[in-house]
C-alpha cells in the first residue's frame, strides 16, 4: 500500500528553525519526484517546493526560497523539507505529495500524505 | 503564473450538475501537445486529492461524472449529477513551470 506520512511540525518562535520529514512506504522512492504544499489557517493551497526523482532538480516557491531547502535519504525512504529563519507567515499545514508518474512522466500529483502542522508564534 | 478561478463559492443541488472555471495569465500548452492542468478536491478535514491532471485524464477512483476540459489558458471542471460526497474545495493547479501555483480555490456547497 503506497503511503506518505509526515513528522516534524512544531511550535517554534520567529527567526527559528525546523525539519519536517516525510516516510515513504509500499513504492520504489526512487522513481518518484515530490513536493511539499502548505496552506495557513483558513487559507488555500500554496506550493512550497519540488525535487525531481533523480535529485537533479530543486524548485521552490518565492516566499520560502532562500530559506527552506528540499532533500531526500534513500536509505531512509524519507523526504525532508529544512526551514530556515521562520515568520509567523509560515505557520500552515505543510503536506507532502508525490508524483503519480515515474521519472519524467507526469499524470499530476496523486499520492499525498494527512500533513504536518508548524506555527510559528513569539 | 497566475491561476484564477470562478466562482469562489458554488451552491448545487444533488443530481444538478456544476461548473468551475480557471483562468490562467499564459498557455499552458507544452511543446508536446499536452496541457499542464490539473484540478484536485479538498474535502473537509482532509488532505486534497488528485481529480483531474493534463486537462482532462481522470485519476484512478474518479468517476466519469467528473470531467475536465479547456483550451490552453481557460480551463473547467464539470461534475455531473452532483452527490454529497462533492461537498469540498476544489482548486486548479498549473504544471507547467515552477514555481506550481494554484487557484484560489472554490467551495462547493450542497444545497
Known amino acids: 500500500h503506497v503511503k506518505v506520512v509526515e513528522s516534524g511540525g512544531d511550535v517554534i518562535q520567529p527567526g527559528g528553525s525546523l525539519r519536517l520529514s516525510c516516510v515513504t512506504s509500499?513504492?520504489?522512492?526512487?522513481?518518484?519526484?515530490m513536493h511539499w504544499v502548505r496552506q495557513a489557517p483558513g487559507r488555500g493551497l500554496e506550493w512550497v517546493a519540488v525535487?525531481?526523482?533523480?535529485?537533479?532538480?530543486?524548485?521552490?516557491g518565492d516566499s520560502v526560497k532562500g530559506r527552506f531547502t528540499i532533500s531526500r535519504d534513500t536509505s531512509k525512504n524519507a523526504w525532508y523539507l529544512q526551514m530556515n529563519n521562520l515568520t509567523e507567515e509560515d505557520t500552515a499545514v505543510y503536506y507532502c505529495?508525490?508524483?503519480?508518474?515515474?521519472?519524467?512522466?507526469?499524470f499530476g500529483v496523486g499520492v499525498w500524505g494527512q500533513g504536518t502542522t508548524v506555527v510559528v508564534s513569539s | 503564473i497566475l491561476m484564477t478561478q470562478s466562482p469562489l463559492s458554488l451552491t448545487v443541488t444533488p443530481g444538478e450538475s456544476a461548473s468551475i472555471s480557471c483562468t490562467s495569465n499564459?498557455?499552458?500548452?507544452?511543446?508536446?501537445?499536452?496541457?499542464?492542468l490539473d484540478w484536485y478536491l479538498q474535502k473537509p478535514g482532509q488532505s486534497p486529492q488528485l481529480l483531474i491532471f493534463?486537462?482532462?485524464s481522470r485519476a484512478s477512483g474518479v468517476p466519469d461524472r467528473i470531467s475536465g476540459s479547456g483550451s490552453g489558458t481557460d480551463f473547467t471542471l464539470e461534475i455531473n449529477e452532483v452527490e454529497a460526497e462533492d461537498v469540498g474545495v476544489y482548486y486548479c493547479?498549473?504544471?507547467?513551470?515552477?514555481?506550481?501555483?494554484f487557484g484560489q480555490g472554490t467551495k462547493l456547497h450542497i444545497k
Open positions: 505529495a508525490r508524483n503519480t508518474g515515474k521519472n519524467r512522466e507526469y
Open positions: 499564459q498557455s499552458l500548452l507544452h511543446k508536446n501537445g499536452h496541457k499542464y
Open positions: 509500499g513504492f520504489n522512492f526512487t522513481n518518484y519526484g
Open positions: 493547479m498549473q504544471a507547467l513551470q515552477t514555481p506550481r501555483t
Open positions: 493534463l486537462t482532462f
Open positions: 525535487i525531481s526523482y533523480d535529485e537533479k532538480d530543486r524548485k521552490y
